[in-house]
């Protein structure tokens, strides 16, 4: 259950408590993770069973983790209006749902993303064009975020588009 090496990078941007939201978390590898660093996390991801299981480790470990089952790709998706300081997503890809990820950030708040681009096509999966950026699109589509860190290419054996942005 190790995070992604992007956001535990990025640890000093970090505010030393707060609210964070995992947006789909798989086991919730990120969530533990900004739990034990002292935010409060919300959690979320369709696989229900995923979903017990962050409930158990979380619970295990005695972490602040609401962990919640649900569709994001299901009608209108949205995680409320500046709730966060914190919005981690970390190889998904639904376009859609940027504009809720932007609002649900408060001023000052971060989004630390990053998934795959086109080019992982040629390594394996993924594959699918819909889940995969084109060069230079996350900087789009975090827009009007100010972009704090941002890199594209190849890193760890992938092909990723990862950015830290600013709420202002």
Not at 5 to 28: E, F, I, M, N
């Amino acid at each position: 259950m190790t995070p992604a090496l992007w956001l535990t990078s990025h640890v000093h941007l970090l505010p030393p408590h707060g609210a964070a939201l995992d947006v789909a978390c798989g086991r919730g590898r990120h969530a533990i993770w900004l739990s034990a660093h002292g935010l409060s996390v919300v959690a979320v991801d369709r696989d229900a069973d995923k979903i017990s299981e962050l409930r158990q480790e979380a619970a295990a470990r005695h972490l602040t983790v609401v962990a919640t089952a649900r569709d994001l790709e299901s009608g209108a998706a949205s995680f409320g209006t500046a709730t966060f300081d914190v919005v981690v997503v970390i190889y998904y890809l639904y376009r859609q749902l940027f504009p809720a990820l932007v609002d649900a950030l408060r001023p000052g708040g971060l989004l630390i993303y990053e998934t795959f681009t086109r080019a992982q096509a040629r390594r394996g999966k993924p594959t699918n064009p819909d889940f995969l950026l084109e060069e230079g699109e996350l900087r789009r589509l975090v827009e009007p975020l100010e972009i704090v860190d941002w890199r594209e290419g190849v890193f760890e054996e992938r092909d990723v588009a990862s950015v830290v942005a600013r709420r202002r």
